[in-house]
């Protein structure tokens, strides 16, 4: 396993990242994962001996079941919590209250003092913003997140899902006062889901932000087991119960063509070349995995293991049909004439 530094934080975190949407599976998230104690244990244990320190998980996975689960997993398992990078996420609704979903300080400090009791922390490594709340004023929620970090009760903090022109406005604004701002990035970024490259992971760079994307395999999509031939698993996926993150399946059936391709030639899954491209591309620190078994885990762990070729990222590249949107195109052209 390969470490990555985390922006300028001076963290060393592993190149894959563990994912724990699958833990739990109450309510809404059965169809991503039920998985029980007993699995997760298993889960953790394998992550862990393979080199994986880096664990995300966020208070609405299960609506809290996952925190509980991963929480109590650390201590059954007896994981050294100074080995270990720990992530969760404020801002969804955690209850039928008025004020019990936002980034309002109310409903953030509340958030996060349920998801240490849930974890059994006295504090997170990582506490990621999940998305933007238009209600509350973008100053307020960065002069709260600068408060828990003071407070201790978490190191750094994150963005995720945010427009990069949102992003850059916190960090502006926390700069200016001189406050403790994002230092990293969790954003939707595979082969089939290529929108982070125009803004989000350009402004990470710039910023020296780590950049973690989620879901690499775009919901399973680029598994291999969907092809044109076989549009569905007849409900063995989650890809058959939802269409989450979107994909445009067209050119998205090119890319698992290629994927496929290019797996026979090092022998090994579709998956895992799905993998070792985000894994690959510029500015991604650690990229998030999860599996609904241990063999998709073992998978997953063995992607670190694959090189891709730059015929061969270029060979992905070129099936996705790509195109650049408006304004890049136009600055691509204009950057031609002062090349030298």
Same mark, same amino acid.
């Given at each position: 396993?390969?470490?990555?530094?985390?922006?300028?934080?001076?963290?060393? !975190?592993?190149?894959?990242?563990?994912? +724990?949407? +699958?833990?739990? #599976?109450?309510?809404?998230?059965?169809?991503?994962?039920?998985?029980?104690?007993?699995?997760v244990n298993e889960i953790l244990k394998l992550s862990f001996d393979a080199g994986i320190?880096?664990?995300? +998980? %966020?208070? &609405?996975?299960?609506?809290?079941?996952?925190?509980?689960?991963? #929480?109590?997993?650390?201590?059954?398992?007896?994981?050294?919590?100074?080995?270990?990078?720990?992530? +969760?996420?404020?801002?969804?609704?955690?209850?039928?209250?008025?004020?019990?979903?936002?980034?309002?300080?109310?409903?953030?400090?509340?958030?996060?003092?349920?998801?240490?009791?849930?974890?059994?922390?006295?504090? &997170?490594?990582?506490?990621?913003?999940?998305?933007?709340?238009?209600?509350?004023?973008?100053?307020?929620?960065?002069?709260?997140?600068?408060?828990?970090?003071?407070?201790?009760?978490?190191?750094?903090?994150?963005?995720?899902?945010?427009?990069?022109?949102? !992003?850059?406005? #916190?960090? %502006?604004?926390?700069k200016a006062r001189g406050w403790h701002t994002f230092i990293g990035m969790q954003y939707?970024?595979?082969?089939?889901?290529?929108? %982070?490259?125009?803004?989000?992971?350009?402004?990470?760079?710039?910023?020296?932000?780590?950049?973690?994307?989620?879901?690499?395999?775009?919901?399973?999509?680029?598994?291999?087991?969907?092809?044109?031939?076989?549009?569905?698993?007849?409900?063995?996926?989650?890809?058959?119960?939802?269409?989450?993150?979107? !994909?445009?399946?067209?050119?998205?059936?090119?890319?698992?063509?290629?994927?496929?391709?290019?797996?026979?030639?090092?022998?090994?899954?579709?998956?895992?070349?799905?993998?070792?491209?985000?894994?690959?591309?510029? #500015?991604?620190?650690?990229?998030?995995?999860?599996?609904?078994?241990?063999?998709?885990?073992?998978?997953?762990?063995?992607?670190?293991?694959?090189?891709?070729?730059?015929?061969?990222?270029?060979?992905?590249?070129?099936?996705?049909?790509?195109?650049?949107?408006?304004?890049?195109?136009?600055?691509?052209?204009?950057?031609?004439?002062?090349?030298?």
């Amino acid at each position: 396993m390969k470490y990555n530094f985390l922006g300028n934080t001076g963290v060393l !975190v592993s190149e894959l990242c563990l994912g +724990t949407m +699958t833990f739990g #599976g109450e309510g809404r998230w059965q169809a991503i994962g039920e998985q029980n104690q007993q699995e997760v244990n298993e889960i953790l244990k394998l992550s862990f001996d393979a080199g994986i320190n880096f664990i995300d +998980t %966020a208070n &609405v996975y299960s609506y809290g079941k996952s925190e509980e689960l991963l #929480g109590q997993g650390i201590k059954e398992c007896g994981l050294n919590r100074n080995e270990l990078f720990i992530a +969760t996420k404020v801002r969804g609704r955690m209850g039928e209250g008025k004020n019990q979903v936002g980034l309002s300080r109310y409903h953030v400090l509340q958030s996060l003092e349920e998801s240490l009791k849930r974890l059994q922390l006295d504090h &997170v490594d990582l506490l990621y913003v999940h998305g933007f709340d238009f209600e509350t004023d973008i100053e307020q929620v960065m002069h709260m997140l600068h408060d828990i970090v003071v407070s201790g009760k978490a190191r750094y903090v994150g963005v995720c899902n945010w427009p990069a022109w949102l !992003v850059m406005k #916190g960090i %502006a604004i926390a700069k200016a006062r001189g406050w403790h701002t994002f230092i990293g990035m969790q954003y939707y970024y595979s082969a089939a889901g290529r929108d %982070a490259e125009y803004e989000l992971i350009p402004l990470a760079i710039d910023q020296k932000m780590a950049f973690m994307p989620w879901s690499p395999l775009a919901g399973g999509f680029l598994s291999g087991k969907f092809t044109r031939e076989q549009a569905n698993t007849g409900g063995e996926s989650r890809r058959d119960k939802t269409d989450f993150p979107p !994909v445009n399946k067209e050119p998205g059936f090119n890319i698992v063509d290629a994927m496929i391709e290019i797996g026979k030639e090092h022998n090994v899954s579709a998956a895992e070349i799905g993998l070792a491209w985000v894994r690959q591309q510029k #500015g991604v620190t650690s990229t998030i995995i999860g599996a609904k078994t241990i063999e998709q885990l073992k998978s997953n762990i063995k992607s670190v293991e694959t090189a891709l070729s730059q015929d061969e990222i270029n060979k992905i590249n070129e099936s996705c049909g790509l195109r650049l949107p408006y304004p890049s195109w136009m600055l691509e052209r204009q950057a031609a004439d002062r090349k030298l």
